[in-house]
């Protein structure tokens, strides 16, 4: 009879139960970084459909930044966060019923910010308003990546506001 590995007769059950507690946790932790590993990949697919920028003008700082704040979205209030930069004209998403939409189109000139119904009830109309129109306008005519990081920023702080208040009227 062939046997593989050493003949252990006068090992203990206590070192065999060893053997196995380490075999198990040698699988275990191979799954959790096989897992995490996943998660991280998907992650990254997800975003470049989400950050779709046709003209590879936003630097990776940008890019982070509009990733980080989609994370963010997703994460407190379950909206999805779509830009699409194009070249000639705008594409929007099939859904937008619970989408943030920033669409820029270069060379003719528009631009389109769509909020979900959620944050247009939910933020000021005058920020949404203004946001939808005259920033639009703003945003095509300066240097339109910094523009675009700029409105993130300011939208952010907006939502920041609302979850200060909410946090003041539930306490």
């Given at each position: 009879?062939?046997?593989f590995g050493p003949?252990?007769?006068?090992?203990?059950p206590?070192?065999g139960?060893?053997?196995?507690?380490?075999?198990?946790?040698?699988?275990?932790?191979?799954?959790l970084?096989?897992?995490?590993?996943?998660?991280?990949?998907l992650?990254?697919?997800?975003?470049?459909?989400?950050i779709?920028?046709?003209?590879?003008?936003?630097?990776k700082?940008?890019?982070n930044l509009?990733?980080?704040?989609?994370?963010?979205?997703?994460?407190?209030?379950?909206?999805?966060?779509?830009?699409?930069?194009?070249?000639?004209?705008?594409?929007?998403?099939?859904?937008l019923?619970?989408?943030?939409?920033i669409?820029?189109?270069?060379?003719?000139?528009?631009?389109?910010?769509?909020?979900p119904?959620?944050?247009?009830k939910?933020?000021?109309k005058?920020?949404?308003?203004?946001?939808?129109?005259s920033?639009c306008?703003?945003?095509?005519?300066?240097?339109?990546?910094?523009?675009?990081?700029?409105?993130?920023?300011?939208?952010?702080?907006?939502?920041?506001?609302?979850?200060?208040?909410?946090k003041?009227?539930?306490?």
């Amino acid at each position: 009879m062939l046997r593989f590995g050493p003949i252990r007769k006068d090992s203990s059950p206590l070192a065999g139960l060893l053997r196995t507690t380490g075999v198990v946790i040698v699988f275990f932790i191979a799954g959790l970084l096989f897992w995490k590993n996943y998660e991280h990949t998907l992650e990254q697919i997800i975003s470049k459909q989400n950050i779709y920028d046709e003209t590879k003008t936003l630097n990776k700082f940008q890019r982070n930044l509009l990733k980080d704040f989609a994370r963010y979205l997703k994460k407190t209030y379950g909206i999805n966060f779509v830009v699409n930069i194009r070249k000639k004209e705008l594409k929007y998403p099939k859904n937008l019923t619970n989408t943030l939409f920033i669409g820029i189109g270069i060379e003719k000139k528009e631009c389109k910010i769509w909020f979900p119904v959620l944050l247009k009830k939910s933020l000021p109309k005058d920020f949404v308003d203004y946001m939808e129109g005259s920033y639009c306008k703003e945003l095509l005519k300066n240097t339109w990546p910094i523009a675009l990081v700029n409105g993130i920023k300011f939208i952010y702080k907006e939502l920041k506001e609302l979850e200060n208040e909410y946090k003041k009227t539930t306490n």
